[in-house]
């Protein structure tokens, strides 16, 4: 991992800094980083997820997005614990998809950003899915003997 990129990173997002410190405090380290440009219509921003884990497993996903002309914003995604996992690419198990709750807003409704960075890390598994485990298991089926 490039440390470089982290700490530019950090340096241009202070409020990404102060929810990495403090993780680094509770004993997580760093496992990816994923940063985006967005477009949307008129605004544009970027999205910058931080995969942290600890000692016993733990895994958080840190997503921050800011785009022109609104806060910053921040949330704190607890991520199945990895000992759990079904296969090291899954990010998620069917435990963790039935149990999952929803801060709401305010003014009602659920927490946009929750709820897509959510719906992001199940499309990657399932994308996952798709290229990988049926074409291996279409490659085993070819293999059984008859």
């Known amino acids: 991992m490039n ?3 982290l ?6 997002y202070p409020k990404l800094s102060k929810a990495y410190s403090e993780k680094i405090e509770k004993d997580y380290t760093l496992v990816t980083i994923n940063t ?11 999205v910058i997820k931080l995969v942290m884990e600890n000692k016993i497993g733990d895994t958080i996903l840190l997503n921050y997005s800011k785009f022109k002309g609104s806060r910053d ?4 995604i607890q991520l199945p614990n990895t000992k759990k996992q079904i296969h090291p690419n899954l990010l998620l198990n069917s435990e963790h998809i039935r ?4 801060r ?9 950003l929750e709820v897509n960075s959510f719906l992001d890390l199940i499309i990657k598994d399932y994308q996952f899915i798709e290229k990988e485990l049926i ?12």
């Open 135 to 146: 074409k291996e298991n279409d490659i085993l089926k070819i293999n059984l003997p008859k």
């Open 7 to 12: 700490e530019l990173i950090l340096s241009k």
């Open 99 to 102: 149990e999952k709750e929803f």
């Open 73 to 76: 914003s921040i949330s704190v």
């Open 104 to 112: 709401t807003k305010l003014f009602g409704g659920y927490d946009t």
């Open 3 to 5: 440390i470089d990129i």
């Open 36 to 46: 985006e440009d967005v477009a949307l219509k008129e605004t544009e921003g970027c």
